[in-house]
């Protein structure tokens, strides 16, 4: 690649069974299903002593991206030398479109089928995945979702388990928590095909999504506006005159993230004012290296259908001399404590809960439900900041708009990027919203106003009765994970030296949200579970760091699917988060 000049500068998812369909070894099974919550929950343990600032991460992220095939899933605290996989791995990403999973022939049975079950019952689904030539697929690797619901309780559940068989199967395990009419939701939503050129996208055009600067112009009253990113190789194929541009530098000093723009010619690097999101450029660029067999396949979650229709619902009676109870946990007391920090994110056996009557109940802890008194009690003599993307910014929003009353609001200059501070003086509670730093898909922001979170957690100096909520995903899907792992590790690093100087500093972290499924594949839910994934594997466990975790709560729900999910989800989140602050009514 050609050496850039660059200019430094700081700134701020009908056909009879097989034979062999329903011979599957119970041994298997439970061997694949605990070395799937082994890796799930595996993570290091962290180092309390003090953590060096992280070491300027462009070597490891951007020297050479157009080479990368993929990354280890597996997280590593080498920051100096990009993961490596194996060749096999590699020449397995692309695979063809003409054998790709196709929803109407693929099928579902429940196993142990029958037309009553009872209350706390598990029911144990096959998913038979086939080709549009109703051929049976003998690999994995398609992105699935299960889930039961009944839409007259306003109920609904994840599935306990989904594993992949790697033989064209899957087998999912349910356990029933309400009485009535259940129905069973079976979703692909991206076939094995379009999950390997997902990847291989992620991994080798790692500065996809495009943004550009705005620089004050020569003129009065004139503006120059120039593409920037997280790379020097941004837009690569389509824009190849980049490589002998001069770029401004404006990689964060402490931490080394980088972020560039391509120099102006009028001016100077000193003239950049606002940051811009631009979609536009983004699409098109996108055409340059997606085929027309990916835009056909790149379909929307479609529903696998039930091979005996009596399959697709059923009822769920209560258990003898329980005739009053609607619903249950179907767990001991003792498998659901206190609310703590200490705590997993994720039952090591079920789903994290259900809904039922649009109220979450948690298998992870006891979840307590908040009127506005209970929370205004909770709060009282509080300051709390959610630092992070708009999903986070609905948190404050709930409370500082609809649960609160009498709140003074300062509303900053940018709606959607804050900074927001709402001040409930009555009860001494402080409410504030900032967002975090590049990359940024929002529009017309003062350059001055963006701040990493890893910064921001420094700059915190009186941190008495204080509560830092977190949450970074959204505007990541559209870089790799080794950028994002980095990312996280510095905010780690951040959290140790906080607690150093505060030990009774409060942290959550929440986690990624499903959402609906656009036209733009950077925004896709398999990119949104990866990188929900990896923030997991980071923080659970981590002293002194609560994980909330919402994906299950936001698959299912009757309300649907959006990166910003209804307020009915939203009420249920913020449950969740108080309990953590609150665990004792």
């Known amino acids: 690649m050609t050496k850039h000049e660059t200019v430094h500068l700081d700134a701020s998812r009908s056909a009879a069974v097989p034979k062999d369909f329903k ?4 041994c298997m099974l439970t061997l694949l299903m605990v070395t799937s919550y082994a890796l799930l929950w595996l993570s290091g ?62 099928f579902y049975i429940i196993v142990n089928y029958k037309e009553n079950y009872t209350l ?76 390997s050129r997902l990847r291989h996208f992620r991994e080798t055009y790692p500065a996809r999504y495009s943004y550009r600067g705005n620089f004050t112009g020569p003129t009065q009253n004139k503006t120059v506006q120039q593409s920037c990113h997280v790379s020097q190789e941004m837009y690569v194929p ?162 500082a708009r609809y649960v609160l009353k009498d709140v003074q609001e300062t509303v900053g200059p940018h709606e959607k990027f804050g900074p927001h501070v709402a001040i409930e003086k009555a009860n001494n509670i402080s409410i504030y919203f900032n967002f975090h730093g590049y990359p940024i898909a929002l529009r017309d922001i003062d350059v001055k106003q963006i701040h990493y979170v890893s910064e921001q957690l420094d700059s915190f100096t009186n941190l008495d009765n204080t509560i830092i909520c977190l949450c970074l995903w959204a505007h990541f899907t559209a870089t790799n994970l080794r950028y994002y792992k980095d990312r996280l590790q510095s905010i780690k690093d951040s959290i140790v030296r906080l607690r150093l100087r505060n030990p009774n500093v409060r942290i959550l972290i929440k986690s990624a949200n499903t959402r609906s499924h656009p036209p733009n594949f950077d925004r896709s839910n398999w990119y949104a579970w990866e990188i929900h994934k990896v923030m997991k594997q980071f923080f659970s466990g981590f002293p002194g760091v609560t994980v909330i975790d919402v ?7 009757r309300t649907g699917y959006d990166l910003h999910p209804a307020i009915e989800i939203i009420s249920q989140e913020m449950d969740m988060f108080l309990s953590f602050l609150c665990p004792v009514e």
């Not at 011979?23 to 119970?26: E, G, N």
């Not at 490596?84 to 990403?93: L, M």
């Not at 068989?165 to 009535?180: C, E, I, M, Q, Y």
């Not at 009557?357 to 003599?381: A, G, M, P, Y």
């Open 120 to 195: 706390c019952d598990v029911i144990e689904i096959t998913i038979q995945l086939r080709t549009s030539d109703n051929q049976t697929k003998s690999h994995g690797g398609d992105f699935i979702w299960v889930w039961v619901y009944d839409a007259t309780q306003r109920a609904s559940s994840t599935a306990d388990a989904i594993i992949d068989n790697h033989d064209g199967t899957f087998t999912a395990k349910v356990t029933l928590r309400w009485t009535g009419q259940t129905t069973v939701g079976v979703s692909l939503v991206h076939s094995r095909e379009i999950v």
């Open 238 to 399: 389509i824009q190849e005159r980049y490589r002998n541009m001069t770029f401004c530098d404006y990689s964060d000093p402490k931490t080394g993230f980088p972020w560039f723009c391509v120099k102006p010619q009028e001016v100077g690097c000193e003239k950049y004012i606002r940051h811009y999101a631009d979609r536009g450029s983004a699409i098109e660029f996108h055409k340059t290296f997606t085929s027309a067999d990916f835009v056909k396949n790149y379909l929307r979650p479609s529903p696998i259908t039930p091979l005996y229709m009596s399959h697709a619902d059923f009822m769920v009676e209560p258990d003898f001399g329980e005739t009053n109870m609607t619903s249950a946990t179907c767990l001991s007391s003792n498998e659901r404590p206190l609310c703590t920090s200490e705590l997993p994110s994720r039952h090591s056996q079920y789903t994290p809960g259900f809904y039922h009557q649009d109220t979450w109940t948690s298998h992870i802890c006891k979840n307590r439900h908040f009127t506005s008194s209970d929370v205004i009690e909770c709060l009282q003599n509080q300051t709390i900041h959610f630092i992070g993307d708009s999903t986070l910014r609905q948190w404050y929003e709930y409370l």
């Open 45 to 106: 343990t962290p180092n309390m002593t003090m953590p060096p600032r992280l070491p300027n991460i462009k070597a490891s992220f951007l020297t050479h991206p157009l080479n990368i095939t993929t990354t280890d899933m597996s997280y590593t605290s080498d920051h100096t030398t990009a993961a490596q996989s194996t060749t096999k791995h590699a020449k397995e990403q692309l695979t063809s479109f003409e054998q790709a999973t196709d929803p109407s022939t693929s």
């Open 23 to 26: 011979s599957k070894s119970l």
């Open 551 to 557: 994906w299950d709560m936001t698959i299912g729900h």
